[in-house]
Every structure is written in C-alpha cells, then in structure tokens.
C-alpha cells in the first residue's frame, strides 16, 4: 500500500462544545474544603440576614456555626503542625485569632476570618486545578486507540498494545499518538504541544516526531521509538508537576519567615492588649500579620514562570532551577549536539596498513554499537547506509573520554587515540602529520587499531548550529562574564567551532575529570555556572554545575535525568530566553515580598492604633493577596525579546 494513497476514509471532524465551568473543575467544586468553604459562606450570609432582620440571637448562633465550620480544618491542620513538628504556620496565628474572636463574643469576626482563610486555600486551590486541566488537555491529546501495520495488515489496537519497532499509520488531520522516527511518507506537522510553536513543520521519512503533535496534512508511518511513560510529551508533563511540588530557595525563606512571625504575632497581640486594653485590637493583629500573601509571594511566580517556559519547549524540572539559572556568570558549552548540530558524518575511512575501507568501517562499527557516543553512533551509521552487515563482539569495554576496545572474530580492537594511548599503540610520525593536516580543517579524527598495530582513520565532522553565534552575543548582552566551550575533541577541531560561534574560552581535549574541574574553578571563584550538555560523559558535569542543561531530541537519558532543565527540542537559542525569565521571576518575587510586607506593616499600625476592626482587618488582609497573585500571574503570557 502506497503511503501516498488513502487510508481507509477520511477522517470526520466532530466539533464538540467546549465543557461547561462545572465540568472542568468538578473534582475541585466537589473537594471537601470547596464543600466545607460554601457551607462556611451560607452560614456567614444567612447570619448577616438575621442581623440586618435585628434577630441578634440567631445571628450569634449561625455565626457561630459558620466560624466553628470554616474554622475546623483550620484548627485540625494547625494541631498537627504542632504536634508532629512543632511548626508554627500561618494557620496557628488564625486558629487564634478565631477562638479569641469566639471567646470576646464576636461571632461575626471570627466566622469572616475562617471564611477569608478558607477563600485564600480555596482560591490557590484553583489556581492548581487551572493547571491540572491544561496538563490534562495535553494528556488527551494521545487518542486510546491506533492503527498499526502488521504483515502488510492495518489493524486498530489498544495505544498501550503498541511496542517499541511497530509501524503506527496516522492519517490527515490525526494525532500522532507516540514518539517516533518516520518510516515513509511526508507531512506538515504542528508541534505545538511539544514546541509552543504553532507554525507548522514539514516531516519526511527519517525525521523524529512526537506524541501529541497534529499531523496537519499528509500520512504518515512512523516507526515507534516510545509510548505512554517514553514519550517526550508524558515526561514533560511528569516534570512539570514534579516542578510545582519543589520548594526554591526563596519559598524556603518565605516559609521560615513565617516561623519566627507567628511567636512575634503572638507578642505584638499581648503588647496591644497590655497597653490599649483592647482585646479587639489584639484580634486585628493577629489576623492582619498572617503572612499568607508573602509565603504566596514566591511559588505562584514561580509556577507561572515554568508554565511560560514549557509552551516555550523548556522543561524546568524545579523551581530552584528557574530561579538560579537567572542569576549564572558562567554558561559552559559541550561541543557536540550542543553548539554544533550534533549530526556528525563519516567523511573518509583512510586505510593505513592494506585494509579495504568498507572492511575496516564494518569492523569499527561492529565494535561501536554498544556506544551510546555520538561519534559511535555516527561510524555505525555509516555502515547501515552502506548496507554492512555487522557483527555483535565477543566483548566489549568502553572508558569516558578514551574511546572503546572490543573483541570481534579474535581479534582486538581498540578504537580512539587516548584508547590507543592506553594500551601503548604506536602512531607513526606520517600518520601524526596526517592527523594534524585533518585537524587543522576541523575534522574529528578517530584512529582504529587492530591487534596492536594502527589500521586507520575515519575522519567524521559537524556542522556548527546556525543560530550558535546569536546565541554568544546575546548571552553577553544578558551579562554573563564567560562563555566557554569545554570538548572532548582534540583543542584544533575546538578552536575551530569556538572561533566560528564567538565564545570567550575554549578548552580541548577534556576528559570527564578535567571537564568538571573546569566548572570546580569557577565555583571556587565564586562564580555560578550553568553548564550545556548532552552525553553520557556530560552527566558528572551536569551533576556538578550549579545549572545543568540537557538537550532532550538528541541527549541521552542520563543526561536528560540528571539535568535541571531539559529543551525538549535541542533549541539553545532557548536558554538567553530562559535567562530573561528568571530575571524577571526574580523580579516579580522581590516586588511580591516587598508589597506583602509593607501591607503587614501598614495593617499591623492600623490594628494597634484601633482605626481598622477584626471584619475590615480580614479583608484587608485577604484582599492584599490578590495583587501578589495576578502580578505573578503576568508571567505566564510573558513575552519575551530572545525568543
């Protein structure tokens, strides 16, 4: 069946109304604390009827009711904070100020401050199923069921039937409904949900695609690279709410602050009562000096901020990362897949010692195909496209940064000039000066012994990123004192790329060990650095930087899992845009904590002085959460200049 022609019938386009408000946020309309949260408020309004009706009996007693109400969880959650860690929250000043509200006879008080609590849970509540249903709207666009092709049947099945090789035919207008490499066919494809990008892309076979990206026009059969948990869309989903649950330095701040106010709240009431005599003044300060807004001041900025950087294709696996990568003076760089495309080919195999090319490339990419190194991956390639049969060794070693060895038919191979090194191989001076004449063009050299004894080279190059240049000067324009690119690559081809992309320091020849002392100075220095990588020898540098990035198209999984923040598809002009955004987030968290505590100071003067009541104190005091909440709320939309 030819992929040009029709599948089947095409497809029907339904247009389904959008759901209704209740719908979409049922599970969160139907959670206790929404349910306790109106009870409360029936309570407190129907009690103001009876006051305004002069039935002041039975306003005490629904106001009451609503205060006992609201105020349950709020007591509940306060007494194990207490009592499993003796944690003083915001909550412990307002379960006090309710019951000293209760015990002065102000009903109306103290049912308004547990309503104005409860609004405040609630309202963050919302904020969360907001984004639970935009991370559901991802997950549904992987359809349940797919068509497959099996000995030249097309069948429908079960999405979680489909195994990695399978052969998946999507139609015109459908969903691509796993991760996966194009077998035939050619299509415009909109990765939106993967991107942020709604331009359309066009895809030919050999090109990866992704789950949930629309095949706009055209079909497709794509060969299945991963499904459900594998796919990039169900990671980025993963990340995103396993960022959402990390506290950052900043919250953690926040929150300890909070600690030391609840016993300082606690002595400014006495202070009030003692000198005013006032009980009712001591109530307002206790409700006014919550810190609801300022402990609110930093993660709503912060979950906006990473909600902007996925629909950018970024992953910010945790808040700490977005707040830190903003205040970086170094940016490091690996060569490969990082500032080059990291699509390397296979220039030339050059026989040293009577080897037929073709024979000495099917040898070496026999003995590479347990390499994840994109060079190995490069040299195997190569004997695929000139349909060499390989063979799988007898053994097979690989040392980080050296180069491999193996055994294949009895026979020894070693494979990379630190390897050869190693194992104490001979270069000949002609071939040394072949090897720097390579060198010098930019190529990457790999020489190969066999036995003992040099039998060749392949000489592979890469092709610099065409957007490596802007991304420099950019970075520069930002600020950052050093650009650096640290390569595994003999210091020429380095030099090479590090002269064409415009970095201040090139570093060559790096092993795994130097690689990480490079980024140990700079710390040393005082100095924070961010740190681009994509291979399996990058992860201890990940893991070492005060920043790590990994590209996610073509990085390996190590590196993907070890990294702070993943681009989904390899785009390092990504990373000044990131670096903006955590300028920004850290500006909206500084003028966040400024306004929260200049309106406690405010509310707590006007508490003392007996000009603002317990009624107007809770509304002042949930209302000045609200401006804290739509300025973080601005970054979502956010646009910015590097994008």
């Avoid at 949260?37 to 309004?45: Q, R, S, V, W």
Wanted: with cysteine; hydrophobic share 45%; net charge negative.
């Amino acid at each position: 069946m030819n992929i040009t022609q029709p599948i089947g019938h095409a497809p029907t386009i339904c247009k389904t109304a959008p759901p209704g408000f209740f719908t979409k946020y049922r599970k969160f309309l139907l959670a206790p604390g929404s349910l306790i949260t109106a009870a409360n408020a029936l309570l407190l309004a129907l009690g103001f009827v009876a006051e305004i009706s002069h039935w002041q009996l039975a306003a005490d007693v629904l106001f009451l009711a609503s205060a006992l109400v609201g105020g349950f969880p709020i007591f509940k959650l306060a007494a194990g904070n207490i009592l499993r860690e003796f944690n003083l929250t915001a909550g412990v000043m307002v379960s006090i100020a309710i019951i000293a509200a209760m015990i002065a006879g102000e009903y109306s008080a103290a049912a308004l401050v547990a309503f104005m609590m409860l609004v405040g849970e609630m309202l963050e509540d919302f904020t969360v199923a907001r984004a639970d249903n935009a991370l559901h709207a991802l997950e549904s666009l992987i359809p349940e069921t797919v068509t497959i092709r099996k000995n030249d049947r097309d069948m429908d099945v079960a999405l979680d039937s489909v195994r990695k090789g399978d052969i998946v035919l999507v139609r015109p207008g459908g969903r691509i409904p796993v991760d996966g490499v194009i077998a035939a066919g050619d299509a415009s494809v909109n990765q939106a949900a993967i991107t942020g990008e709604s331009i359309p892309v066009d895809k030919e076979a050999g090109d990866r695609v992704f789950a949930g990206s629309l095949c706009a026009s055209g079909a497709l059969e794509i060969r299945v690279t991963g499904t459900g948990s594998e796919t990039t869309l169900d990671n980025m989903i993963r990340l995103v709410k396993e960022a959402r649950s990390t506290q950052t330095p900043v919250q953690r701040i926040a929150n300890k602050y909070a600690q030391y106010l609840t016993p300082l709240a606690i002595g400014i009431a006495i202070l009030t009562d003692f000198i005013t005599h006032d009980i009712m003044r001591s109530i307002t300060v206790l409700i006014v000096i919550c810190p609801c807004s300022l402990v609110l001041a930093t993660p709503t900025a912060v979950v906006a901020a990473i909600g902007n950087a996925a629909k950018a294709g970024v992953l910010v696996k945790n808040g700490a990362a977005m707040e830190q990568i903003g205040r970086v003076d170094v940016v490091a760089f690996d060569k490969t897949g990082t500032l080059t495309l990291g699509e390397p080919h296979l220039q030339e195999v050059i026989s040293l010692n009577g080897f037929e090319p073709d024979h000495l490339l099917g040898l070496a990419a026999s003995a590479e195909r347990s390499s994840e190194h994109p060079l190995a991956q490069t040299i195997v390639r190569a004997a695929h496209n000139k349909h060499l049969s390989l063979k799988t060794p007898e053994y097979f070693e690989t040392l980080a940064g050296h180069g491999i060895r193996s055994t294949l038919d009895g026979r020894d191979i070693a494979i990379g000039r630190r390897m050869l090194q190693t194992r104490h191989i001979a270069v000949p001076d002609e071939a040394h000066t072949r090897i720097a004449e390579l060198e010098a063009q930019g190529s990457t050299v790999v020489p190969m012994a066999i036995d003992g004894e040099l039998a060749g080279l392949l000489t592979i190059s890469d092709t610099i990123r065409p957007e490596s240049q802007n991304v420099i000067a950019q970075l520069k324009a930002l600020g950052i004192q050093q650009t650096v690119l640290i390569s595994g690559d003999n210091q020429a081809v380095a030099d090479s790329i590090g002269k064409e992309s415009g970095v201040d320091r090139v570093y060559g020849g790096m092993l795994p060990e130097h690689k990480l002392d490079l980024i140990a100075d700079a710390q040393q220095q005082g100095l924070k650095a961010a740190y681009i990588g994509d291979g399996v020898n990058d992860a201890p540098t990940l893991a070492k930087a005060d920043i790590s990035i990994a590209m996610g198209s073509i990085g390996t999984n190590v590196a993907m899992e070890t990294a702070d923040i993943v681009l989904l598809l390899d785009r390092i002009e990504r990373i000044p845009y990131l670096i903006d955004l955590s300028r920004s987030t850290l500006t909206v968290i500084r003028n966040n904590v400024i306004f929260s505590m200049s309106i406690n100071i405010l509310s707590v003067v006007l508490s003392m002085t007996g000009l603002i009541g317990p009624v107007f104190g809770a509304i002042m005091h949930e209302v000045s959460a609200l401006p804290v909440v739509a300025n973080s709320a601005r970054l979502i939309q956010r646009k910015s200049k590097y994008m």
